[in-house]
């Protein structure tokens, strides 16, 4: 069997998982967040909160909840690094400068795991077990809660309430990220993910002497970076170090991870809403995405143009032998297509085209499927700019899911929008004006551009992933990225749930013969076509100065 | 304003009570229950799946790449090129492999790739210098590699810099060599590279490939008996 056909093979694989899981996963989901009931250790959590989680939100009320559980987090994980050299069970490692500290604390709040420490040798056991993993669940839970109350603005009429905050955190972790954490962990440590407690670990070589290896709790953080979108990996190889991701089973395994809970949620939004045709809709436009992105993908590696893959005969570096290219091209599109960041193969070795590739599948704004939650409420908002594009064709004012998309919906999806692109060009354009910052690229050419480029793309859209030949362990980089990283997570969250207040209050549009149907494939086109539009007139301009100027010119 | 500062305070106070607890959740009690089942059920994978020569002797993970190169000319020079022994099965170059530059008590394997792009001149050099000295280095007076024969995994560096496997065009390429060194059959090598050879999971999943390490054990039994 040839390496493409395998890779195909693995591409159908992954896609039947995907679709057997769709249902009972989405509708499990819908339930989670919809039930009345407690159960009695959620109720012991509300209690030590001090919140009632019967108790009814207006959008204010539902943000400052974020926020304030957000910053608290920030502070918390800052102070865990600081201290780390004090802290007992940190292998003797040493605390974390400021700006790294800031940096990372920032990056795993924001579900982004952008990294610009390697982890075996800065981050003993509490910090990655107490700090980060947990980072990795609630960060998760946040994007989904977020992505909920949303589907309520749609789903609620005549009323400003979208639930409640503290409720729908417990409950996305408790009830649906950790029993599929448990269970993911057992199967990574049964490919052979390590899970334990030891110290640094000094074994013996086959021709003598010793090579020293952290222990630590790997497959129980591994499952949770993959399944909350967050990407931070254990060791600095992330998802490609042995330990890790060990087997092609655990590579596939890990991808399917990655793309359920985003997937699933299409079904989630179409149970509450009370329409499952519209959340296939949704489905539909992410599924043809990622599917044509992973196409592309999987053609340009195989075909492996530029100077030094003419010589090798094969587009190999910073790629695992047991994945393969095809398992490699299909992990990168997932990781990009959505928040994760998690690589199990080095972005900046990949081809000028597949380099580019990865970088518009974070432009996209990272909706197909998306990172848990965020994915959700991202694919929204463009579906309201899709009616609205639409409507103005026509002339009549737009609605979506019998909601009237006026003036204030369509200006707060407007500023939804702009937000990323805004941080990721500005911060771009000022490092590679100002005279230090470029001193951190690693390669030459277009290729050093797509470096900084791929940084702050990476970070404004919470993926994490990165052209990781840059140096970004500087106080310029460490800062921006943080910065980019923060308001790129929250400032959104502000507009999708003031969008979810505003729809909450609405009372229902009748549908009448003058409704654009949005459970149609010609809906579903008209927003992939809206993406690819939005997204192509934002970036192309610095896109054909990096990766497409590298990709061509080879 | 009194009032708004202390909203403000009674909601920052939820949230660090809600993060504590969480971290109780997700931090403490989750990883410990994983660790027991992954103890219990799969120690030798859970601590990272060594493996032990003939003697008993861990000589490494199955999972964690090695080097098997020439002993230093002098062991103090740093900057020393290493030399592959030929006595054993190589494994993929290891560019981007580091030492720990933090916490340095510890000589820590730091995990990387070179993160060259393929325009890079750096990365160039490294692919054609490497296939030329596969090519030397596995030619014998009866065999000769042809440039073509190269696979790209034979002169490219991985991501985590500890790829275990190589793949079986790159361990056919060798046989003859180690066969040589080891005073062996060809045939004899050539059964054990098959014999160790791991086809793609369930026909389909990934790509077939050798593991060095176990090869290399199972030579190293087959030439001391």
């Not at chain 1, 900046?348 to 499927?369: D, K, N, W, Y």
């Not at chain 2, 959740?25 to 229950?33: E, I, N, T």
């Not at chain 2, 995994?153 to 066969?179: C, E, F, K, M, W």
Request: glycine share 12%; with cysteine.
């Amino acid at each position: 069997m040839s390496p493409v056909t395998a890779g195909v093979l693995q591409l159908l694989a992954l896609t039947a998982a995907l679709a057997l899981a769709y249902r009972p996963l989405g509708d499990y989901m819908a339930k989670v967040y919809s039930s009345e009931k407690h159960y009695r250790p959620e109720k012991w959590i509300y209690k030590a909160i001090g919140a009632n989680p019967s108790a009814e939100m207006r959008w204010p009320a539902y943000l400052r909840g974020v926020l304030a559980f957000s910053a608290m987090s920030v502070l918390f994980l800052y102070l865990l690094q600081r201290l780390q050299g004090v802290l007992p069970g940190s292998l003797g490692f040493a605390s974390i400068d400021p700006d790294q500290a800031f940096n990372t604390a920032a990056s795993f709040v924001a579900n982004t795991n952008w990294q610009s420490y390697a982890g075996e040798q800065a981050m003993g056991h509490v910090v990655q077990t107490g700090g980060l993993a947990v980072q990795n669940f609630v960060s998760a839970a946040v994007g989904m809660a977020v992505a909920v109350a949303l589907v309520r603005g749609f789903a609620r009429s005549r009323t400003g309430e979208l639930g409640n905050f503290w409720a729908d955190l417990v409950r996305g972790t408790v009830r649906i990220l950790l029993p599929i954490s448990v269970i993911g962990a057992i199967v990574l440590v049964a490919c052979g993910a390590i899970q334990n407690f030891a110290g640094i670990h000094e074994v013996g070589q086959f021709l003598g002497g010793t090579q020293q290896w952290n222990g630590g709790a790997v497959a129980s953080q591994e499952v949770i970076k993959e399944l909350g979108t967050n990407g931070g990996g254990y060791f600095n190889a992330n998802s490609a170090h042995p330990f890790e991701n060990p087997t092609p089973f655990s590579n596939l395994f890990e991808i399917f991870l990655i793309l359920i809970i985003p997937f699933a949620m299409t079904r989630t939004f179409g149970r509450m809403v009370g329409s499952l045709r519209q959340g296939y809709a949704i489905l539909a436009t992410m599924a043809v995405i990622w599917l044509g992105f992973t196409a592309l993908m999987m053609w340009t590696e195989f075909a492996h143009h530029g100077p030094a893959f003419d010589i090798t005969g094969g587009a190999m570096e910073g790629k695992e032998t047991r994945f393969g290219i095809g398992g490699s091209a299909i992990f990168s599109v997932a990781t990009t297509l959505t928040s994760t960041g998690a690589v199990n193969s080095f972005h900046s070795s990949f081809t000028g085209l597949g380099g580019g590739i990865q970088l518009l599948g974070m432009q996209l704004g990272e909706i197909a499927p998306g990172g848990v939650g965020s994915g959700l409420y991202g694919m929204l908002i463009m579906a309201i700019i899709a009616v609205f594009i639409a409507g103005l064709m026509v002339g009549r004012t737009p609605e979506y899911l019998g909601k009237k998309i006026g003036t204030r919906e369509i200006k707060l999806a407007a500023c939804y929008i702009l937000i990323t692109p805004a941080l990721v060009l500005c911060f771009t354009a000022a490092a590679m004006a100002l005279p230090t910052p470029p001193h951190s690229m690693l390669n030459p050419g277009a290729h050093g551009f797509s470096e900084v480029l791929y940084a702050y793309t990476s970070g404004a859209n919470n993926n994490g992933s990165a052209f990781a030949g840059l140096n970004a362990d500087t106080q310029w980089f460490n800062s921006t990225i943080g910065i980019a990283m923060l308001l790129g997570r929250f400032l959104p969250m502000v507009f999708v749930l003031a969008l979810a207040g505003s729809l909450a209050e609405q009372k229902p549009v009748p549908e009448t013969a003058g409704t654009l149907r949005t459970d149609k494939p010609l809906y579903a086109g008209l927003l992939v076509g809206t993406i690819v539009i939005i997204t192509g007139l934002t970036y192309f301009p610095a896109l054909a100065l990096g990766p497409l100027a590298e990709g061509l010119a080879s | 304003m009194n009032n708004s500062v202390g909203n403000t305070a009674r909601l920052l106070g939820a949230g660090l009570r809600a993060l504590l607890v969480l971290t109780v959740v997700c931090g403490v009690l989750y990883p410990l229950a994983v660790t027991g089942i992954a103890q219990a059920l799969f120690n030798d994978k859970a601590n990272g799946s060594e493996i032990k020569d003939k003697t008993g002797q861990v000589v490494g993970s199955s999972l964690i790449g090695q080097r098997y190169d020439l002993p230093k000319q002098n062991p103090d020079d740093a900057t020393e090129a290493a030399k592959p022994d030929p006595k054993w099965f190589q494994p993929r170059p290891s560019n981007g492999l580091g030492s720990n530059s933090v916490n340095t008590q510890y000589s820590l394997i730091l995990s990387g790739a070179t993160n060259k792009a393929a325009d890079n001149p750096d990365l160039v050099k490294l692919v054609t210098d490497a296939k030329a000295a596969v090519v030397a280095d596995n030619s014998t007076a009866t065999y000769k590699v042809k440039p073509s024969d190269v696979p790209a995994d034979a002169v490219t560096s991985s991501g985590s810099g500890l790829d275990p496997n190589i793949s079986p065009a790159y361990a056919a390429l060798q046989i003859h060599r180690v066969a040589e060194q080891n005073k062996l059959d060809v045939k004899q090598v050539d059964k054990l590279v098959a014999d160790h050879t791991t086809g793609r999971t369930l026909g389909f999943m990934g790509e077939p490939r050798v593991n060095v390490l176990e090869l290399n054990t199972a030579l190293k039994a087959l030439t001391e008996s």
